[in-house]
């Protein structure tokens, strides 16, 4: 069963699905998973990866009536894009690379982002897993039968 709040995840999904060479971005993303369980520190590859967790739901205007039938929420989301260093240890700039196209991608999405603060996480102990980390909002609305 599909609800509002979980459309709108899937219509993010499935755009960030198209960073591809093919369409244009200078990398190709391997996957991209949702879910509150989907973390990128957690994904065992392919990379680059790309992942979505809800993390709150909130009202956008901060209270509901009682009896309120249309309700407008504001879900916040993770997005964590994570790739494997390389060899080379050039992960600072693949880094960069994955996060413009990330930034393109969500330019041209066609749903409403709030986005906040990109954080970036290096690699630990070399070889391992670099990745970046963005909060973004999901405005979604609903009507209560």
């Given at each position: ?39 990128a ?63 393109t ?35 979604y ?5």
């Amino acid at each position: 069963m599909s609800t509002p709040a979980t459309t709108a995840l899937e219509a993010l999904k499935t755009h960030l699905a198209g960073i591809t060479t093919v369409n244009g971005y200078a990398i190709t993303v391997a996957s991209v998973t949702s879910g509150r369980s989907a973390l990128a520190l957690d994904t065992a590859g392919p990379f680059p990866a790309i992942t979505l967790t809800p993390t709150q739901d909130a009202p956008a205007e901060g209270l509901l009536q009682p009896g309120q039938r249309y309700q407008a929420w504001n879900r916040t989301v993770i997005l964590e894009a994570a790739l494997l260093e390389s060899a080379d240890g050039e992960w600072d700039a693949e880094l960069d690379t994955l996060w413009d196209a990330l930034r393109t991608a969500l330019g041209r999405y066609t749903g409403i982002l709030v986005w906040g603060p990109v954080e970036f996480v290096s690699p630990q102990e070399g070889g391992g897993i670099c990745l970046l980390r963005l909060p973004l909002t999901l405005p979604y609305s609903l009507i209560v039968e």
